[in-house]
C-alpha cells in the first residue's frame, strides 16, 4: 500500500511574521490558501489539488521551517498511526522535534529555555516507535535525502505533525533552529546572529581573513569573528568592549582594529589593502545601509570574497522591498546571493553575497566536507 500524501503546507517562522509568510507564498505558489494558524506556525491548503512534495523547494525568506503537514496529534497512537500511514514502510526516518518560538528573538521570558520541551516529546516518541520496519534514525541532523518527520511541540496544545525529504533551503537541525553556544564573555547577542548566519549560509570564513564590520559596538559579531581567526575592522563611534580591544592586541592578523568615528566619515582609502569581507548590522534604513556597504566593498573588489549583511525593515509590509534589496547586494558584484530570517532575527533579515572568488572557496569548503 503506498503512502499517504498530503495537500497541506507547514510553516514555522518568527513569532508575528505569519502575515509576511503569507504574502510571500501568495507570490511563490498562488494556489495556496491559509488553512490554520498559530504563533509561529501556519498551514496551507493547495486550492488546485496538487500534492505538496516532500522535497518541495520552497525559497521564502520568513520561512525557518516546511514540509507537508498531517496535522494535529493529541496522543501518541495518533502520532504511530501518522508515521505508518504516511512514512513509506521500509523508510528510515530522521525524527525532527522542536518548539515553536514563545515570543520574539531575545524577549524570551525570564528563564525560559528553549528546547526541554522538545527533549521530553523526543523520548517519549522513541520509546513509542512502531517497530514496522521504519528504523529511526540516530542524531537529529539531518543529511541530504533523509525521510524526516517534523514534530511540532508548544506547551499543552496537540503536537504538529508533518514531513519533508531533507535537501536545498531546509536546514539540517530541527525547526531550523541553529545551535550556537554562547561565551559568557559575549559583548552582545550579535555573536549568535553572526554564528547563526555563518552556518545558514555556509559563508565560507577562514582564519587569516580580513573583515570591515560596519555597526561594530559594542562587540559581539566582531568577537565572532577574532575567535575563529579573523582581522577586524570595527567601524563605530560608541565604545568598543574590553574583550574585543584586548583580543591578541599585540598579534598582528587576528586582532581588531577600532575606526571610532562614523560609517560616513570613512574613506576607502582607511581600509585595509586586503579586504575580504564586509559585514554590515546597523540601525539605518535598508537603502542607506546598501549604500555605505556598497561604497566600502567597491575598492578591495579583487580580493572581496563576500558581505554579510543584517538589514533592518520598519515593519512586515517592507517584504515587498526585499527583491530590490537583493538585487542592489548583486549589484555589489556578488554572483550568488541569499536571505532569511534567522532564529536571533528581530525585524530585520540576514543577506549573504558572495563573488566568484567566494563562491569558489565555499564549493571548495563543501567537497573537503568542511563547514563554517
Known amino acids: 500500500m503506498a503512502a499517504a500524501t498530503s495537500s497541506f503546507l507547514f510553516c514555522v517562522c518568527q513569532t508575528g511574521a505569519e502575515g509576511a509568510v503569507a504574502e510571500e507564498l501568495a507570490h511563490i505558489r498562488p494556489s495556496l490558501r491559509r488553512a490554520f494558524a498559530r504563533p509561529g506556525l501556519i498551514t496551507f491548503k493547495d486550492t ?28 501518541l497512537s495518533a502520532l504511530v498511526a501518522a508515521v505508518t500511514r504516511f512514512c513509506p514502510e521500509g523508510q528510515a526516518v530522521r525524527l525532527h522535534v522542536w518548539e515553536r518560538d514563545v515570543s520574539r528573538p531575545g524577549e524570551e521570558p525570564s528563564g525560559h529555555q528553549y528546547g526541554l520541551q522538545a527533549a521530553e516529546a523526543r523520548a517519549r516518541i522513541e520509546a513509542a516507535w512502531p517497530a514496522t520496519g521504519r528504523e529511526l534514525l540516530a542524531g537529529a541532523r539531518a543529511e541530504d535525502g533523509d525521510w524526516v518527520l517534523d514534530v511540532i511541540v508548544s506547551g499543552d496544545e496537540p503536537w504538529w505533525l508533518g514531513y519533508h525529504i531533507h535537501g536545498p533551503g531546509h536546514g539540517p537541525w530541527p525547526g531550523g533552529r541553529i545551535a550556537v553556544e554562547m561565551p559568557p564573555e559575549a559583548p552582545s547577542r550579535a555573536y549568535r546572529k553572526l554564528e547563526e548566519a555563518l552556518r545558514w549560509s555556509g559563508a565560507p570564513v577562514q582564519a587569516g581573513d580580513v573583515a570591515v564590520e560596519i555597526g561594530s559596538s559594542p562587540g559581539g559579531a566582531s568577537y565572532a569573528l577574532l575567535r575563529r581567526g579573523v582581522e577586524v575592522h570595527g567601524i563605530d563611534p560608541a565604545k568598543m568592549a574590553p574583550v574585543v580591544l584586548d583580543y591578541n592586541k599585540d598579534r598582528p592578523g587576528n586582532h581588531f582594529i577600532h575606526l571610532d568615528r562614523p560609517m560616513s566619515m570613512v574613506q576607502r582609502g582607511d581600509l585595509p589593502q586586503v579586504l575580504h569581507w564586509v559585514l554590515l548590522d546597523v540601525n539605518l534604513a535598508p537603502q542607506i545601509a546598501l549604500i ?28 515587498k522591498h526585499i527583491p530590490r534589496f537583493l538585487n542592489s547586494v548583486s549589484a555589489m558584484g556578488m554572483v550568488e546571493v541569499k536571505a532569511t530570517q534567522l532564529p536571533s532575527n528581530r525585524m530585520e533579515v540576514f543577506v549573504c553575497g558572495l563573488t566568484e572568488k567566494g563562491q569558489a572557496r565555499m564549493h571548495a569548503a563543501v567537497s573537503a566536507g568542511r563547514s563554517p
Not at 505538496?52 to 496535522?71: C, E, H, K, N
Not at 561604497?295 to 578591495?300: I, S, T
Request: charged share 25%; glycine share 10%.
Open 292 to 319: 555605505t556597504a556598497r561604497r566600502l566593498a567597491a575598492r578591495p573588489r579583487g580580493a572581496l570574497l563576500g558581505v554579510l549583511l543584517t538589514l533592518k525593515l520598519d515593519d512586515w509590509k517592507a517584504i
Open 48 to 75: 488546485a489539488g496538487e500534492v505538496v512534495a516532500p522535497d518541495l523547494r520552497l525559497g521564502a525568506v520568513f520561512v525557518r521551517a516546511f514540509g507537508a503537514s498531517i496535522g494535529p496529534a493529541a496522543e
